[in-house]
Structures are given as structure tokens and as C-alpha cells.
């Protein structure tokens, strides 16, 4: 399953996994294009390459960002309360993305405040 990980990653940003830290959660849904339930492995990973410049494959990606701390709360903007799927994932494994005794979320070399 690493092995498919690694592949998408790679596939879909241009990175090259480094490490996987953790599985945030495993979720199961059903899109709107009739092709049934669908199953979900999220994971928090360390990667290597041009963070600043993904090659998204942009058929599948219509944009990206970077989210810290204070900027959850943008990932339910526009959203029905059961889409949260995104936020909900990260803040629940937001401890594993500061890592333990941080108080914020390490990016780009900047120390961002926690906000929760």
C-alpha cells in the first residue's frame, strides 16, 4: 500500500515521499458521478521537491494551499456542514502535524501560532 502512496504522490504533486508519519483516518463515501462508495486512506507524510511548485495533475486539481493553524476554518467556507471531510481530517491530526510539545504548525522554516 506505501508503494501506491508513494506512486500518487508523485503522480499527483511531482513529490517524492520521504516519510509517512501517520494514518489520519480511513473514510468512506459516494460521489455524485454514480460510480458508488468510494474508500479513503489519508495520511500525514514528509515529502521532497519543490514545495512552492507542485505539478498538480490539474484534471484532477483545480487549485492548492497551505494551511496552518489559523487557517482551518477556511476549509468550511462554502461547504454543507456534512463536507468538512478536509478540515475534519486535519484537525484531528493537527497534535501529529505540529508534533508533540509544538504550539504551532512548522512551514516553510516559519513557526505558525496555534490558534485552537
Do not use: Q
Not at 500518487?8 to 459516494?30: A, M, N, P, Y
Not at 486539481?61 to 486535519?90: M, Q, S, V
Request: hydrophobic share 35%; proline share 6%; charged share 30%.
Amino acid at each position: 500500500m506505501l508503494d501506491t502512496l508513494a506512486r500518487e504522490v508523485e503522480e499527483e504533486t511531482g513529490w517524492r515521499l520521504r516519510h509517512v508519519r501517520r494514518l489520519l483516518g480511513i473514510t468512506t463515501w459516494t460521489g455524485d458521478d454514480g460510480a458508488g462508495e468510494r474508500h479513503e486512506a489519508d495520511y500525514l507524510v514528509e515529502v521532497d521537491d519543490d514545495l512552492d511548485h507542485p505539478a498538480l495533475e490539474w484534471s484532477k486539481h483545480t487549485a492548492y494551499d497551505w494551511f496552518g493553524p489559523c487557517d482551518l476554518p477556511r476549509l468550511k467556507e462554502n461547504r454543507a456542514p456534512g463536507e468538512y471531510l478536509i478540515h475534519d481530517l486535519i484537525v484531528g491530526g493537527e497534535p501529529a502535524v505540529r508534533g508533540p510539545g509544538s504550539a504551532g504548525v512548522r512551514s516553510h522554516g516559519l513557526d505558525l501560532p496555534g490558534c485552537y
